[in-house]
């Protein structure tokens, strides 16, 4: 499956943006997605997960409460809403997938399907 994210921008801290995530070649029915992100010099961190069936997602507890993920598996997308956003939330944002959920599934090294980023900068 291949995965373009967009949505990316330059928001002020407190404003809301929704990330998509376009999957093309297959359904997104049978793939856990998950969303990341990336600051330039720290390690890509996990930030939220939608299992197959699209039951109970998971979060980073940085961001829960704040951020929701969604899947429109007709559509082949994967969304991330992003609300209240906070300058720490700068940072490249990376659309992932993979057939199992399994114990690691907030780990890079699960992901075998990446897309490319979307930049996303929260002013202060």
């Known amino acids: 499956v291949q995965l373009q994210a967009s949505g990316g921008g330059l928001v002020q801290a407190g404003d809301s943006l929704r990330l998509s995530c376009a999957a093309s070649?297959?359904?997104?029915?049978?793939?856990?997605m998950a969303w990341f992100r990336q600051v330039p010099g720290k390690e890509r961190e996990f930030v939220a997960l939608?299992?197959?069936?699209?039951?109970?997602?998971d979060y980073a507890d940085s961001v829960k409460g704040r951020f929701t993920i969604s899947r429109d598996n007709a559509k082949t997308t994967t969304y991330l809403q992003m609300n209240s956003l906070k300058p720490e939330d700068t940072a490249v944002y990376y659309c992932?997938?993979?057939?199992?959920?399994?114990?690691?599934?907030?780990?890079?090294?699960?992901?075998?399907?990446w897309g490319q980023g979307t930049l996303v900068t929260v002013s202060s």
């Open positions: 992932a997938a993979d057939r199992h959920l399994s114990t690691d599934s907030r780990t890079v090294r699960r992901y075998r399907y």
């Open positions: 070649g297959q359904t997104i029915s049978t793939y856990v």
């Open positions: 939608s299992t197959r069936s699209g039951g109970t997602p």
